[in-house]
């Protein structure tokens, strides 16, 4: 019995294992999902395909959904045809199909390149492409190619303007006159411009307008000193102050260097807003504003006169100032230089008060400070306004080439020391308690943000002219080289741009501990 028992067990077992043995089918391998996707490879503009517009190949850059291409050449050429390769795709410029090396397509606005599948699924590029350094180019031509050799005579000549994408620009050719400009900087080998258009216009951005001023920035090898100052008005209100835009400038067909764009020093609405004063407005009321002087040494006006402490004033607007309104005015800025020094000067209602709007001097006077500019101390540069009915003001601001230390002639060049403090009027303002006062708590308001945001502002323009720079400097070999009135030759521009921000980093803290001591 036993053995029959031994024998079922082991059949058992036998058969259990050849249970567990059975193969199992394999499982259906599962299929890759096909996933439809396009994909651009590259872009490029190749000379072969391009004759005349280019000499060599230029390849763009795709990053993300943005397409870029910088063409090396200053002519105003914005059609090309594009070569290109895609995987899995069509594409289309602006809803036009392309044929890579074929199809030509204006870039005069940033295209849309659409890339589709043969199953519909599609990707978009944004395109830009940019001529010569990135910035915008403006192409100046004289009638005939007269050399411009005249700050007094006017040439005939447009204007074509490359925004190289960056503003909205309404028309992009104008006709204008032009003639030089500039005091120490007319007969440098590069020339500062005035354009005068026949009719107004905005420019890169800027306000519509006729006349325009092409700063060539020659001494001041940072190329940057006037923008930052610029900047610094405009963000603590310092009253009026222009606009700006760097630019290229291709005279008569040669490239002439980086320029800085800005407004004309003017009466205007979109400028130095207030009442433009007719011969006509003779009234006690009218007879008030609108005034824009200047104090400047040279006398370059045709009217103007001195104040009992020998500041040199010119009108610079009306240009066709009556006899009653020049007296008028005389006699308002010898009232105001009156009570400034008067011995109850101090006094809210008999004092300088009652003649000038503190803001206003307290704003241009902290822009001026900073940058310790040469010329505004009490040389020339100087503007003052005065609105109808309203009282004087200081701005707008102008002309800071020689600024920041970039003079070797004067104390201005040390980054310590008062400066525009020391000036006619402004050494008697900082006599009051109160004025000094004001002062500080105006640059305590400041110091934290707008003040601070200087280097951060210079560095961003620096980086972004930075081909410009180049390009300037490769026209104008001055870097290892002085120009008048230069205290550093310094070599390189980033050795330029460094030093400038060193200066000012000084300054801002000397003038920090000084306005805190009132």
Aim: with cysteine.
């Amino acid at each position: 019995m036993k053995k029959y028992l031994l024998y079922i067990v082991l059949a058992v077992s036998i058969w259990s294992c050849k249970k567990d043995n059975v193969t199992q089918p394999e499982p259906e391998p599962e299929l890759p999902i096909v996933i439809d996707t396009v994909e651009l490879v590259s872009v490029a503009f190749e000379a072969k395909y391009n004759p005349g517009r280019i000499s060599q190949d230029v390849s763009g850059t795709i990053t993300g959904d943005e397409i870029t291409a910088l063409i090396p050449d200053y002519t105003n050429n914005k059609k090309f045809v594009v070569s290109f390769v895609a995987k899995n795709a069509k594409i289309t410029a602006n809803d036009t199909a392309l044929t890579s090396g074929v199809t030509t397509v204006d870039f005069s606005k940033p295209v849309t390149y659409k890339l589709t599948s043969e199953k519909g699924t599609t990707k978009t590029y944004k395109f830009t492409l940019k001529n010569f350094t990135g910035i915008p180019i403006l192409y100046l031509n004289t009638e005939n190619g007269a050399t411009i050799v005249s700050k007094d005579v006017y040439l005939k000549g447009s204007l074509n303007i490359n925004t190289n994408t960056l503003y909205e620009q309404g028309k992009t050719t104008i006709p204008l006159e032009v003639k030089g400009r500039g005091n120490s900087t007319w007969g440098k080998p590069k020339n500062p411009y005035r354009l005068k258009f026949t009719e107004k216009n905005t420019m890169l951005g800027m306000p519509s307008a006729r006349n325009w001023v092409l700063l060539a920035n020659w001494s001041d090898k940072t190329l940057l000193r006037t923008s930052a100052a610029f900047e610094l008005g405009t963000k603590i209100g310092a009253d009026f102050t222009p606009q700006g835009r760097f630019v290229e400038l291709v005279l008569n067909g040669k490239y002439n260097g980086s320029y800085f764009l800005t407004s004309q020093v003017e009466v205007h609405e979109n400028r130095v807003n207030i009442p433009e004063l007719k011969k006509s407005n003779t009234s006690s009321e009218e007879i008030t504003g609108g005034y824009l002087l200047e104090q400047d040494m040279r006398l370059d006006e045709d009217n103007w006169f001195y104040t009992g402490k020998r500041l040199p004033i010119t009108v610079k607007s009306p240009e066709d100032i009556t006899e009653a309104q020049l007296t008028y005015i005389k006699n308002y800025m010898q009232a105001t230089e009156d009570a400034i020094f008067s011995t109850d000067f101090a006094d809210p209602e008999k004092g300088y008060n009652k003649y000038i709007n503190i803001e206003s001097f307290i704003n241009w006077f902290i822009v001026q400070e900073i940058m310790k500019n040469e010329d505004a101390k009490e040389k020339t540069s100087i503007v003052y306004y005065k609105n109808r009915g309203g009282k004087l003001g200081l701005g707008p601001l102008w002309d800071f080439d020689l600024a920041a230390g970039n003079v070797d002639y004067s104390d201005s060049r040390y980054p310590t020391g008062w400066w525009i403090k020391d000036g006619p009027w402004f050494s008697r303002l900082f006599q009051d308690p109160n004025f000094r006062a004001k002062v500080k708590a105006r640059w305590n308001g400041i110091k934290n943000k707008e003040i601070k945001e200087i280097a951060s502002s210079i560095d961003k323009n620096a980086a972004y002219i930075n081909l410009s720079q180049q390009k300037n400097f490769e026209k104008w070999n001055i870097l290892n080289t002085y120009v008048w009135p230069n205290q550093f030759v310094l070599g390189t521009y980033p050795k330029e741009v460094a030093q400038l921000k060193n200066w000012l980093s000084v300054r801002i803290a000397w003038l920090d501990s000084e306005i805190n001591k009132f």
